[in-house]
């Protein structure tokens, strides 16, 4: 039957055109592990016990120094090589705080048997690459040969942390300091400046037209209320739309005020439209920016990886 | 008063008309692929001044394979002899010259590391593993700085060879800019040839 043929081709087609993205999605390299907490194992090596050893060791260095430090152990990093993988899992982690950048990754390629310690440039003076490579060497190495992972990794971690402790980094912020810069709301590139550029030469033509159109309150009003909703799609934050529309809106009534007796007129309506954007701006921002983060363990964003640190094997 | 809209009409297109023909993004990209360039540089040159020491070391090694430690000195200096500023990368010839010697040090610096796996003296001595960590380091570094360089160039030239913007590309000699290569690349293609029945020279 050439129906039945057709109808398996076409399924066969549709196949290969959904499952051909996903089986090459990202060239075929590894994709990057989320980034759940100070300790991501995929292996399954280490124990409860061993993971929340580790994991404390390292939220008292954040702590402590601020400086973060995580470990990531996977079982190949097929097909890069350990090093390339590690640049590219800093890079897309940013791991370090926002405005120092001192994050240091430590990866475990078990199948493989190889290990990484890549430093973040900011760290690369207090973990030179031939620290790094010591510490590779002298506490890892040795126990991953013994097939003792936790305790290569505690002691690396604690000679890490010797060695950061040394540097002069800035003092960690209060507790939820670095908590708080979650690279989701990050900027995204949105240039501001264009933003306010166009708005300011928007209203300037625009505000005259407004005005001798629907008359010089009527005017200022839609002047305001256009900028800041404008303001607020591209923005989407309250306190900047309820600026730039204020801002629009007084520019508007002064700016060229030919009537005389529409003084008291024109305070009223300002204090009032002044009353609603600082309202709205107050409830609705606020609650919204802190809710985002619920605690957990999350990167600074500001960790650049330049390729330093070191490899080695076991 | 219409005289004076008209004119602000016309000042905030022009304005627009500058974002959106991309001459700010050409501005942003063009130095944001200088300073990747400089980074680049920056790391090569880490490499170079390495050199020295790893030579010194190397020598020290009694009877080390001649051949391959003249090569290393030889490569570095033709590599620094080449002069670098920031025109290079509007000059494909002498991006290419550049590269070419790079490469050649790259060449020899890892035959070199091949060869002194066969001096267990020098396997074991500190110094030379240091600086075989610092090297490796090294390379690593030229490869994110080169990589990062191939990223910015690739957004740079998208734009200047791209629609709407290539005109002010045109406009303003906004060329696109050169990027690195492999340079063996016939070399890299061929299957290597394994042959076990060659014996080892004995160091």
Redesign the interface.
């Known amino acids: 039957m050439p129906l039945a043929l057709i109808c398996k081709a076409l399924i066969a087609i549709l196949l290969v055109a959904f499952a051909a993205p996903w089986a090459h999605a990202d060239g075929g390299l590894l994709p990057v592990p989320v980034l759940t907490g100070p300790v991501i194992d995929q292996t399954g090596t280490l124990s409860a016990s061993d993971k929340a050893a580790l994991e404390t060791q390292l939220q008292t260095l954040e702590q402590t120094r601020g400086a973060q430090v995580v470990v990531l152990m996977v079982p190949t990093t097929a097909p890069e090589d350990i090093?390339?993988f590690a640049?590219r899992v800093g890079n897309t982690w940013k791991i370090g705080r926002r405005d120092v950048g001192d994050g240091v990754l430590v990866i475990v390629a078990k199948n493989d048997r190889k290990m990484r310690i890549e430093v973040a440039k900011a760290l690369e003076g207090a973990v030179p690459?031939?620290a790094?490579?010591r510490i590779i060497d002298g506490a890892m190495k040795p126990r991953f040969q013994q097939s003792d992972y936790a305790g290569g990794l505690r002691d690396a971690v604690t000679q890490l942390s010797a060695r950061i402790a040394g540097e002069a980094l800035p003092a960690p912020a209060s507790n939820s300091g670095t908590a708080v810069h979650s690279p989701d709301t990050s900027r995204d590139g949105f240039d501001w400046t264009?933003l306010a550029?166009?708005l300011f030469?928007?209203v300037?033509?625009a505000g005259?037209?407004m005005r001798s159109i629907f008359g010089s309150r009527l005017g200022g009003l839609l002047m305001g209320g256009g900028v800041g909703l404008l303001a607020f799609v591209v923005t989407s934050s309250l306190i900047v739309a309820g600026g730039a529309g204020l801002l629009a809106l007084l520019y508007t009534w002064i700016f060229g005020g030919t009537g005389g007796g529409s003084s008291r007129r024109r305070g009223r309506g300002g204090a009032a439209v002044g009353g609603w954007g600082a309202g709205v701006g107050g409830g609705g921002w606020s609650g919204g920016g802190s809710s985002s983060d619920s605690g957990g363990f999350s990167s600074g964003g500001g960790g650049d990886?330049?390729?330093?640190?070191?490899?080695g094997d076991w | 008063?219409i005289q004076r809209?008209f004119a602000?009409?016309t000042?905030?297109l022009a304005?627009?008309a500058l974002?959106g023909c991309g001459y700010n993004d050409f501005q942003r990209l063009d130095e944001q692929s200088k300073a990747a360039w400089s980074?680049v540089l920056n790391q090569y040159q880490r490499r170079a001044d390495l050199v020295p020491n790893i030579v010194a070391t190397v020598k020290g090694e009694a009877n080390f394979e001649q051949e391959t430690l003249t090569r290393v000195v030889e490569a570095r200096a033709k590599a620094t002899s080449i002069q670098v500023t920031p025109e290079t990368l509007n000059n494909p010839e002498a991006f290419n010259k550049f590269q070419q010697a790079q490469g050649e040090l790259s060449g020899a610096l890892s035959r070199l590391m091949v060869v002194s796996e066969r001096y267990p003296t020098l396997q074991a001595n500190q110094g030379f593993?240091?600086l075989r960590?610092?090297l490796?380091?090294t390379e690593?570094?030229?490869?994110?700085?080169r990589n990062r360089y191939i990223q910015t160039v690739q957004e740079y030239n998208v734009l200047a060879r791209s629609f709407p913007t290539n005109l002010t590309a045109i406009a303003f000699s906004y060329a696109p800019k050169p990027s690195f290569t492999v340079a063996n690349e016939a070399q890299i293609s061929a299957p290597p040839t394994v042959d076990f029945s060659a014996s080892k020279p004995k160091p």
């Open positions: 090093a390339s640049n690459d031939i790094a490579a264009d550029i166009f030469f928007g300037m033509v005259p037209v990886f330049g390729g330093g640190g070191a490899s | 008063m809209i602000l009409l000042a905030l304005l627009s974002t980074e593993r240091d960590v610092t490796e380091g690593n570094r030229i490869t994110v700085a």
